[in-house]
């Protein structure tokens, strides 16, 4: 991919940015779902949103609804066309094709999965079960890591983050069967409590399907193993901060953090001997600690723990007492789900996640028309032209700084759509009949082709998403923003409409992936990808003062009593929603030349762009799945991604009339405006 050129000016046409399927664009809104009972000057999401809100049911195998699942759910029929139109006919054998069609088979034969149980693990129960001693837990570790199933520690390849030229080996903190240490460690909450009290019955249950003798007391270790774990883990929060996560260890300074560990052993097995010569630990406290536990936790324990997070990794692909267990606590217990997706769906997925690009190849030459593709870079073009713009006019940034910020904004680049190429996945082998054994292929193919990079330039071509997946990103270390086809429909993109609510929907959404690039976490990087302070001590105390505000603006939103926004968590996203939005505003008006935008449904311009924003945080959420996503997920819930991001920005006042006494009105010098 070339490097993005800045445009100098957004004088553009409309038409350069998009092109109409009617000689009347049309507005694009939801005006349906308006609730005129509630002002947008006192509620902006209730108002665009109030009668979806009402009236929207959360289907039964869904945790939560709106405009990403929908998306999501609207595109996985398009999936199983392809998938089952493989099915019908023959494919020489090798092909992706066939793979495809041979993996989603195997997951479809219900009969077999039963007639099978649990025998499709007799090998990996073996492996744990033959263990004399603890000497042996570093190469079951790298096992367990190579076949995809959770370890006290997780192993990966990627780019180093201090010199993003070359890959580095990460070992950073893992294995614990429950969403976050906060489900472990917090007493005083009473729902967290009781899911603790299910999750120990559950592990017992699985254990006990699998003929696991005495469950019910194994599984009580196991619980107190996962909580020695998590009391040692970092916190979501402090593994935010890439400089203090980046610890670049040679082997011996490896040894010494836990000397009792067979270190040398366990990179042996993982594959890593001779290909490196240090490693980066994300989090060295826990490493020390874990040390110790392991020399603590008796042998017969740790056996216990691996042959549980084997059958949890395991449990969907096998029989329908082993799923149907899985799903009630995961499901339903910490999501609050009532049904699990049709089998089909599910089986969609399992292909999604062995061989996604080869999925997403079909997907694309069916359902991605390339003008998409075409719009969408002008686009692009289009808001990285007004971030150059805006940074020049920062009145908080010295110019050193905004000089740096420049050059990195130079170094952009930009995917679009699908990958210029396609992963090779002729290395990866499926049995047909064989669902778990498939599954562990899979596994193990990708552990060995992101070992393979070691040593090797970097793969600039590579994607993190497949084509299908709704969703975009930015990654810090290739400096790049990157946008999967399934995301550019509506409402996050519509060709019949009129640029405002793109501008507000899709053009919000590259706003605020470039926004990533100077986040508090991307802004620690720079233009080549490489960690660096480049921010002079006052532009980062300016930056610093505006960042805290925003944690303390959404600290106060809580969606469910007693469980607040974690406004520390969520600081990254909230950075860019802001920043993404406001750049996005500027581009839409710049678009318009001076012109007045056209009133289309009684909205102007400026109204439809802030509610073409506003209608793709629509959603709903079941209450177990609430609680999971303030403990877990760096996002805001849907209802303060919209109402917490518009009461920042100036022209959402100016669009809606909103003044002094309206219950979403901000004093001027309250809101947090960084870009």
Known sequence: MKKTHLLSTLALSVMAAFSHAADVPQSGIDTQYIDASVRAQDDFFTHLNGQWLKTAVIPADKSSWGSFAKLRDDTLPQLRGLIEELNTKKHKAGTEEQKIADLYASYMDEAKLEKAGVRPLAGEFSRIRSLKDKKGLPALIAHMNQIGVAAPYGFFVSQDARESTRYAVYLSQSGLGLPDRDYYLKKDDERLAEVRVKYEAHIGKILSLAGVKDAPAKAKAILALETAMAEVQWSKVENRDPVKRYNKKSFAELAALAP??????????????GKTDYVIVSQPSYFTALDKIVQDTPLATWQAYFEWQLLRDAAPYLSKAFAEENFAFYGTVISGTKEQPPRWKRGVSV???????????????????????????????NLLAAYKQSIDTLDWMGAETKQEAQTKLSKFTYKIGYPNKWRDYSALQFTAGDLAGNMRRASLFSFQRNLNKLGKPIDREEWGMTPQTVNAYYRSTTNEIVFPA???QPPFFDARADDAVNYGAIGAVIGHEISHGFDDKGSQSDGDGNLRDWWTAADKANFKAKTDALVKQYSAYSPLPGYNVNGELTLGENIADNSGVAVAYKAYKLSLNGKPAPVIDGLTGEQRFFMGFGQVWRSKMLEPQQIMQVK??????????????????????????VKEGDKMYVAPEQRVIIW
């Open 632 to 657: 877990t997920d760096p996002h805001s819930p849907g209802q303060f991604r919209a109402n917490g991001t518009v009461v920042n920005q100036p022209g959402f006042y100016e669009a809606f009339g």
């Open 351 to 381: 292909v999604e996640g062995a061989i996604g690009e080869g999925l997403g190849k079909l997907y694309v030459a069916k359902y991605f028309p390339a003008e998409r593709k075409e719009r969408m870079v002008h686009l692009v073009q």
């Open 260 to 273: 009792a560990y067979d270190w040398k052993g366990a990179l042996a097995s993982t594959g890593v001997s």
């Open 486 to 488: 399934a995301i550019l």
